[in-house]
């Protein structure tokens, strides 16, 4: 941006468009209007702040990607061209909306093995133990793998999996939860894994429940071909689950700044949850993620906060910027990895810096 032909930094602008916006608020404070003003004025200047954080990140986008405008691509040529590959699905699997929305939320994968294995008959039952991290709201994905014994000829194997529910007897019911129809190769063994995120989360909901799964893999002359125990040759076969849970750690309080909502009456420097959505830019060109949280800064950075923000009063007092004062700006960013078709339609998948605000302080 050039202003009297001389170049500014965009943050440099904003900051000086939103203290003109305070100064024009000051001036008229004392008028018989001034506290209807007052109660309005920090819900404008939030507005305004917010306006020019997605007018930045456009341009920064664009500016990054080294466009001139964003792609034209439409949803439905984007359905044509998006190919169905594991790669491909891999990379989109990572954007979860709710790890998204979530403010530096991380995701964990664990692996529980079975702890044991009991026959009955021509039925073997696993027990897990889970971990205390894993609680019915945090769930992403959870899938039961189970290897197969190798067949002697090319077949179909019927692989179902049980939970055991206790009656009023004590004694265990088997209701049927998934099932699977496998083509087996002669000579191989195959890992198979089945969806279990709901079974998961019924067994969270009734934590005095056996967390037991039957498990059995016939093939059509009615040989079990699960391995539910190890025998010898087959250590390391056991069923397992690989549960994938959202986990966001515990904010650093340090340095961290003033949090708020958009209900806050709060007038300093302070940083505001904004979801930016792409499909509402008409950004159809950006594969994932459709949305995320970027934040904004917002609030009154007056000489008389600075002690809130003592790096900031030490650089103001080495340096002073004249009447114009600080102003509210991220002290702390983050990228967010984005996945995106350029203008010759190939899909890259690359780190876009600055994407996302962490810290806002007086600068």
Request: charged fraction near 20%; aromatic fraction near 8%.
């Amino acid at each position: 941006i050039h202003v009297l032909n001389m170049p500014i930094y965009f943050s440099d602008f904003c900051c000086l468009v939103l203290q003109m916006f305070s100064f024009q608020q000051q001036t008229i404070q004392g008028t018989p209007m001034a506290e209807g003003i007052e109660a309005c004025s920090a819900c404008e200047f939030r507005e305004h702040s917010k306006q020019m954080r997605l007018y930045s990140i456009k341009s920064q986008i664009l500016s990054i990607l080294r466009l001139e405008q964003a792609p034209n691509i439409s949803r439905d040529m984007i359905q044509q061209l998006l190919p169905k590959a594991p790669p491909l699905t891999q990379l989109l699997d990572q954007y979860d909306p709710r790890v998204e929305d979530e403010d530096h939320a991380t995701t964990e994968t664990i692996i529980t093995m079975a702890t044991n294995a009991h026959t009955r008959g021509r039925l073997s039952y696993c027990l897990f133990s889970l971990s205390p991290k894993i609680h019915t709201e945090n769930i992403l994905s959870a899938q039961l793998w189970v290897h197969l014994r190798p067949v002697h000829m090319v077949t179909t194997v019927f692989l179902q999996i049980s939970r055991l529910k206790p009656d009023r007897e004590g004694n265990n019911t088997r209701v049927r939860v998934r099932s699977l129809k496998v083509d087996a190769d002669a000579g191989t063994g195959s890992w198979q894994s089945m969806d279990i995120k709901s079974l998961l989360q019924a067994w969270l909901r009734q934590p005095g429940s056996n967390y037991a799964i039957d498990i059995n893999a016939f093939d059509p002359q009615g040989e079990d071909l699960a391995v539910t125990s190890a025998e010898p040759g087959e250590e390391g076969l056991q069923p397992f689950i690989e549960v994938k849970i959202l986990d966001s750690p515990k904010r650093s309080r340090r340095d961290s700044g003033l949090n708020c909502d958009e209900e806050s009456a709060e007038t300093r420097c302070c940083r505001y949850p904004l979801t930016v959505d792409f499909e509402e830019f008409g950004w159809d060109w950006i594969i994932a993620p459709k949305r995320y949280r970027a934040n904004y800064c917002s609030g009154e950075c007056e000489f008389l906060h600075l002690q809130q923000y003592p790096h900031a009063h030490l650089v103001n007092k080495a340096n002073p910027r004249g009447t114009a004062g600080p102003c509210c700006t991220p002290t702390k960013m983050s990228p967010i990895n984005m996945l995106y078709f350029n203008r010759k339609e190939q899909i890259i998948y690359g780190k876009i810096p600055s994407m996302v605000v962490d810290h806002c302080g007086c600068s």
